[in-house]
């Protein structure tokens, strides 16, 4: 079954510190994973997306690695902001034979602090 | 945000009764979706299109139809509402499948 994983749960940090949010999947086969910003009370954001021969993609603080090897994506965030406070979602793309699928992950909140 | 609008933002209605929920975009996007998001799940397809009057099913599509009779709109129809189907609703498009959706504000629909 084609399952997208992500950790931590939820995870608080101080301004300025860095973090990183893991995705595990088991999806196949494999087309592409995306990473996706969700403030409260609004739809998500594209932060990146990445496809097999691709294992880094940064978007200015945001930098995604991608392992296909493991299955392992992670989301690193440098010199964390009050405004990164949000909801942050792991996609994995599939092929299928009529187009593709996507799996949600059910996020990771994370809460930056003063 | 990219041109999506979505309308109404906010709903409550009682059980039994037919709803209506509007996607509006003005990216000329190919695709557009629906989605469902629910405390304990990854959002959750309802339904899809690929074109004027192409439509597809998702993997909750049960209880819900759509309609795309224009390239800028994607309507979504609760024929009967039932508490189940409390939920924030999402619609979203993209240029092509294997680019990067853009999602619109969402609806918080209550069904009492």
Redesign the interface.
Request: glycine letters at 20%; aromatic letters at 20%.
């Given at each position: 079954k084609n399952q997208v994983e992500q950790s931590p749960q939820s995870l608080i940090i101080l301004e300025g510190k860095n973090c990183t949010l893991q995705c595990n999947y088991t999806v196949s086969p494999f087309s592409n994973l995306r990473w996706y910003k969700q403030d409260t009370g609004r739809g998500p954001v594209s932060l990146t997306i990445m496809t097999f021969s691709e294992n880094t993609k940064s978007n200015g603080r945001y930098t995604a690695t991608l392992d296909a090897d493991t299955k392992q994506s992670s989301l690193h965030i440098t010199a964390s902001q009050l405004s990164d406070s949000a909801s942050y979602i792991c996609v994995v793309s599939a092929q299928k034979q009529a187009g593709t699928a996507l799996i949600f992950g059910k996020g990771t909140t994370l809460s930056v602090s003063s | 945000?990219a041109g999506?609008t979505q309308s109404p933002r906010h709903k409550v209605t009682e059980t039994g009764t037919p709803v209506t929920l509007r996607c509006h975009q003005t990216e000329n996007h190919r695709y557009m979706y629906w989605y469902r998001q629910d405390p304990?799940?990854?959002?959750?397809?309802i339904h899809y299109s690929?074109g004027v009057k192409d439509t597809d099913k998702g993997e909750v599509s049960d209880g819900y139809s759509v309609s795309r009779s224009k390239t800028e709109d994607f309507l979504l129809t609760l024929e009967s509402a039932t508490s189940s189907q409390t939920s924030v609703y999402?619609c979203?498009t993209s240029h092509s499948?294997?680019?990067?959706?853009?999602?619109?504000?969402?609806t918080q629909l209550s069904v009492l």
């Open positions: - | 945000d999506i304990g799940h990854g959002l959750r397809l690929y999402f979203a499948l294997n680019e990067k959706l853009f999602f619109g504000s969402g």
